[in-house]
């Protein structure tokens, strides 16, 4: 069973503030994507990085996968309430099922 | 386009006994998913199918749990008899299946309390 751990579970910063979110594994993956959800909602996709040192920019989102495809990172420049909720990162295998695995998640609060 | 449809989106049942819910995924989506996340956690996939057919279900508890998916459209997973420890949301989610990067989509999921 393919394992991703994510750090830090929770976080609390203050509104403006920068904050990085960890996702990773001891395998490797063919894709990687990460997911916000919010409470009473399923997940929602943000973006999915395939390449191993792709960086993808979306606003104040920075997301990056690993050269060896086996973690990734999550910055978010200056944090703003509407950021708060659960970070999802989850892996796809390369196997012919095309599973995806999460991780356990982070749960950010940005404070006003 | 309408999103993935889940009912019921509460629950709360005893233990020991049957539970069903039910997924409408997008129109067109060949394959769709059941997770199981607990409060905490991450989702963890219970099964998955391709048009009708069962892809994978090596989590699935299938002395308790059961899924179908007639006419590869709708779906519905049963809980028969439920324990405590079933006590989590359930998301049904859904995608297209075209080249390495489909998304899947999620519907806002069955929350059950077993009491």
């Known amino acids: 069973t393919q394992l991703l751990e994510q750090s830090p579970q929770f976080l609390s910063i203050q509104e403006g503030e920068n904050l990085t979110v960890y996702c990773n594994s001891s395998?490797?993956?063919?894709?990687l994507q990460w997911y916000r959800q919010e409470p009473g909602e399923g997940p929602v996709l943000l973006v999915t990085?395939?390449?191993?040192?792709e960086v993808k920019k979306l606003k104040r989102l920075t997301f990056q996968f690993g050269d060896a495809r086996k973690d990734s990172s999550l910055h978010i420049t200056a944090a703003q309430p509407g950021d708060t909720g659960l970070y999802l990162c989850?892996?796809?295998?390369?196997?012919?099922?095309?599973?995806?695995?999460f991780g356990s998640g982070t749960q950010l609060t940005v404070l006003p | 386009e309408a999103g993935v449809a889940q009912s019921p989106r509460y629950k709360i049942i005893e233990k020991r006994q049957s539970v069903a819910f039910w997924c409408n995924p997008i129109?067109?989506?060949?394959?769709l998913y059941w997770y199981q996340q607990i409060l905490g956690q991450g989702p963890k996939l219970l099964i998955q199918?391709?048009?009708?057919?069962?892809?994978?279900d090596s989590q699935l508890p299938k002395d308790r749990f059961s899924a179908e998916r007639l006419k590869g459209v709708d779906s519905t997973l049963k809980i028969q008899p439920a324990k405590l420890e079933d006590s989590a949301v359930y998301l049904c989610?859904?995608?297209?299946?075209?080249?390495?990067?489909?998304?899947?989509?999620f519907g806002d999921g069955t929350r059950l309390s077993i009491l």
């Open positions: 989610a859904s995608s297209a299946d075209r080249g390495l990067v489909w998304p899947q989509h």
């Open positions: 395998s490797v993956f063919s894709s």
């Open positions: 990085v395939v390449t191993g040192g």
């Open positions: 989850a892996g796809r295998s390369s196997g012919s099922a095309r599973q995806l695995t």
């Open positions: 129109s067109g989506h060949a394959t």
């Open positions: 199918f391709q048009n009708n057919g069962v892809v994978d």
